[in-house]
């Protein structure tokens, strides 16, 4: 079978290979709001508090994985292991520490313009955070998302990041399967996690990790912020306006 | 001329080479303080109350470097140009907000027995930092130096990171060549001005970078912490004892 109509010899015809525009899987800390160093500070204060001593550079390291495998983490590498009521009051702490820092948290640089530009593109997109519901507010409520976007929280699924779960779960509910879906993400455990689920990653550096630490856990583009990412949007198979 | 005595055919004579002990010369913040965090949320406080939007990676990314040069390329980036009066009142708040974080620094893991160890091996260290005097007392009250130590602050040379000149007033207070020296930092700047200093750089992670990061800024080792720097201290040319 060879080519035909307007192309040359041997030019497939139009329409042949169907690729869709792509779907955007986002995480929500330190990839649309600037939430991450306050997040950092919260653990510091809720482990310090506990008389458990840990540098902050490795705090850091940890946000945006689930909090249940941070605290394995943290156990094996600190050779102490944590009673039940210990990492309950981790938790808490943590928490009420976030939650008393959410004035300070801010949309990040064009996130709300990024959003608004793949609903005008139509090209769909959800939110899969490891954050609790509670905590996921904070950032949420910043973002004037439209009702119909969905998002997944670390309460409706069985695992949490760098597991697939979160981003199969949100691929679901967009009714796409993962590998239309771009994972949007600014740690290491949302592009581990995006490859698990058989989607690419793209990698912000708006959560603080160096560029090459994203492309080594597969990124398979880095930009600086949303911004960055929206003035880029024709690298990732969304086209503008015409 | 030819080798001779103990050694084989062509074998040059003993101490033909003199090669001293290295001297170090140490960054404060995040390299042997765990205090970059608390830098950052006290620049990001500052800068909020000042009307001045600025991701907070983009600040941590600016720590360590001269607090002017950081507030002349916040207006480069921003394109936004601040008074002087601005000016003032950022760095007055910069600094009170740090001073108020000051009961959540603590010296990194093996900072104070990574010093001693110098000490016991007679390799002579000093400390330079880009910060004025009476911030860096908060990290320097932390790590038990003996007298004799040389501290180089911002108040004492024309210009702070990544300009060389603290790294060279620290060298030449210790009556060595900044060549026997290796500067040791947590942030690119420090590695920056180490190679215009004509020093070689260790870089710590300590602070928050990604290890290519500080490569790519002429690192010729990087190691975690100060407790992983010591762990290792032959590879940088310091015996253990014997």
Redesign the interface.
Known sequence: MSGSSAGGPGQLESGRFHVPTPAFLFDLD?TLV?S??QH??AW??AL?ACGI?L???RI?RRIGMSGGLFLSALQRETGVTLDAETLTRLSTLHREGYLSRAG?V?P??GARELLRALSDHEAPFAIATSSAQKVAEVGLALLELPDHVPVVTRDLVERAKPDPHLFLAAAERLHVGPARAFVVGDSIWDLLAAQRAGALGIGL??????P??LQ?AGAYRVYQ?PADLLAHLEEVGVRPAS
């Open positions: 330190g600037d991450v160093y950092v500070a510091q204060e310090t001593p540098s902050v550079w850091h300070s801010v990040l640089p550096l708006s959560g603080g990790y160096g090459e630490e080594a912020d």
